[in-house]
């Protein structure tokens, strides 16, 4: 697909991933609907950005959040055809903890919002692909998700974030056979150690630690090169139902 016939939903768009996916889209001269929680973020975006992006606050834990951000979406490009599944959060804690057992309603939310979250947006998504007139690959749509290294490398205090990130991996090749039928594609990025805001609140000295630990280059990933990544998917027809991971060649260690 040309990234210039993008209309696009990106969760998690007001930062982070997200916002470099909507960036990428813009520059490439598609459309962008930024679907997030922080409205002041999506807002200003917007305002930078101009016409060619709407924000709509929307919370993917949310069943009538989500059709109604799709709703709005459509309403303002006339359909969608590109979906960024970025919304996620990384909540680190122990089985057994200082507080004593791991908080179940902590892990319900992880999964609730990185997994449950995206395969959410995607039953909406499809529900509006289905009817766009295919281009001359026959395509009507693309899926990227985000999935983590911790999918297969989780560390220690991660069985939440991971256990969500491997069931959007797990899902990737299902979801890409049955939406082969209408045309439409579906892959996920496993980004390792990226310079987002969940790693924007930890100290200098622990955040060039980290980068420290990937093989090559040794730096934090950066939120452009994940939407370099997520742009090829897009406009390279053949890419389907694959899970790819953009790390660095790092593999996590235990703790």
Same mark, same amino acid.
Request: aromatic share 4%; with cysteine.
């Given at each position: ?5 993008? @209309? ?5 768009? #007001? ?19 930024? $679907? ?12 930078? *950005? ?13 069943? &009538? ?11 303002? $490009? ?10 996620? /959060?990384?909540?680190?804690?122990? /089985? /057994? ?31 509006? @692909? ?50 082969? &039928? ?11 150690? $990226? ?20 093989? $090559? ?12 990544? #997520? ?7 053949? *890419?389907?139902?694959?899970? /790819? ?11």
């Amino acid at each position: 697909m040309n990234l210039a016939d993008s @209309m696009a939903i990106v969760t998690g768009g #007001a930062s982070g991933l997200g916002e470099a996916c909507v960036r990428s889209i813009v520059d490439g001269g598609g459309r962008a609907a930024i $679907f997030d929680v922080q409205a002041d973020k999506g807002e200003a975006l917007v305002k930078e *950005l101009g016409e060619n992006v709407v924000f709509v606050k929307t919370d993917v834990t949310s069943d &009538e959040s989500v059709q109604a951000g799709v709703n709005k979406a459509v309403d303002t $490009f006339g359909s969608i055809n590109v979906v960024v599944n970025c919304a996620g /959060i990384g909540v680190a804690e122990k /089985i /057994i903890g200082r507080k004593g057992p791991m908080s179940m309603a902590m892990f319900e939310k992880v999964v609730q919002l990185n997994l449950i979250g995206t395969m959410r947006v995607i039953r909406y998504a499809v529900e509006q @692909m289905v009817n766009n007139t295919p281009n001359d690959e026959g395509e009507r749509g693309v899926i990227v998700n985000t999935g983590s290294a911790a999918a297969t490398d989780g560390q220690v205090g991660q069985p939440a974030y991971s256990a969500s990130k491997a069931g959007v991996v797990g899902m990737t090749l299902p979801v890409a056979r049955e939406c082969a &039928e209408y045309g439409i594609r579906c892959c996920t990025i496993n980004p390792g150690i $990226f310079d987002t805001p969940m790693l924007a609140q930890l100290p200098e000295s622990v955040r060039d630690a980290l980068g420290k630990m990937v093989p $090559f280059p040794q730096r934090l990933g950066r939120p452009s090169e994940y939407a370099q990544l #997520a742009r090829h998917i897009i406009e390279n027809p053949m *890419l389907n139902g694959e899970v /790819i991971r953009l790390d660095g060649s790092i593999r996590m260690a235990a703790k």
